[in-house]
Nanobody, 128 residues
């Protein structure tokens, strides 16, 4: 497991942008797969994006073309650049980490149970 700390959330108008960061502790970051999930009030936590240890990326359909996930293995940090934000993007965004290196499909990366470490979350609010 690793410790994760998100930052970068806030209030933004529809159409605006935010960049979330997730700093990870430990020496195994580069071999881990990293994911972003979100949870709106009254809803289940849902997959947003993931980047595996090879650098391959995966996205939920509702963020394709708007969000970009990236990682910096020197800084032990994963990022989520969010553009063209919509009010329905309002949620608490969580960073998650899965052990590796190992082959993972988008189906497995989309599952909450695949991840062994979670951050505390950062609130993103998009006003209309």
């Amino acid at each position: 497991q690793v410790q994760l700390e998100e930052s970068g959330g806030g209030l933004v108008q529809a159409g605006g942008s935010l960049r979330l960061s997730c700093a990870a502790s430990g020496r195994t970051f580069s071999s881990r797969s990293m994911g972003w999930f979100r949870q709106a009030p009254g809803k289940e936590r849902e997959f947003v994006a993931a980047i595996i240890w090879t650098g391959s990326t995966y996205y939920a359909d509702f963020v394709k073309g708007r969000f970009t996930i990236s990682r910096d293995n020197v800084k032990n940090t994963v990022y989520l650049q969010m553009n063209s934000l919509k009010p329905e993007d309002t949620a608490v965004y969580y960073c998650a980490s899965a052990w590796g290196p190992r082959p993972l499909t988008q189906t497995s990366l989309s599952a909450v149970t695949e991840y062994d470490s979670w951050g505390q979350g950062t609130q993103v609010t998009v006003s209309s």
